[in-house]
């Protein structure tokens, strides 16, 4: 039974950090590309950001770029989220995802989601 179970979200104020980590297991992870989306209320799940199984391909969100970065370690099947200078419209529930064909933007092409972790960014 394949599990991706996130972890890391929580309250913070606009210009902070945090970092979200999501630990697959029940997959070969390295044979999956990993990518992050995110929901606020009333808003549809976006994009994030996105991993190819090597980790050597990236792809960002526009409105993310330059601010977070994804990374991961297939050691530890684990993926990442780095979130620096969180904005206030940066609030969502984030969820990883797992897709066996590449990196994809669009959410319909992944095969497994987590449960998902809230962030919450003070102005």
């Known amino acids: 039974q394949v599990q991706l179970v996130e972890s890391g979200g929580g309250l913070v104020q606009a210009g902070d950090s945090l970092r979200l980590s999501c630990a697959a297991s029940?997959?070969?992870?390295?044979?999956?590309?990993m990518g992050w989306f995110r929901q606020a209320p009333g808003k549809e799940r976006e994009f994030v950001a996105a991993l190819s199984w090597s980790g050597e391909n990236t792809h960002y969100a526009d409105s993310v770029k330059g601010r977070f970065t994804i990374s991961r370690d297939n050691s530890k099947n684990t993926v990442y989220l780095q979130m620096n200078s969180l904005k206030p419209e940066d609030a969502a529930v984030y969820y990883c995802a797992a897709e066996i064909s590449g990196i994809a933007t669009t959410a319909t092409f992944y095969d497994y989601w987590g449960q998902g972790t809230q962030v919450t960014v003070s102005s």
């Open positions: 029940g997959l070969t992870f390295s044979n999956y590309a």
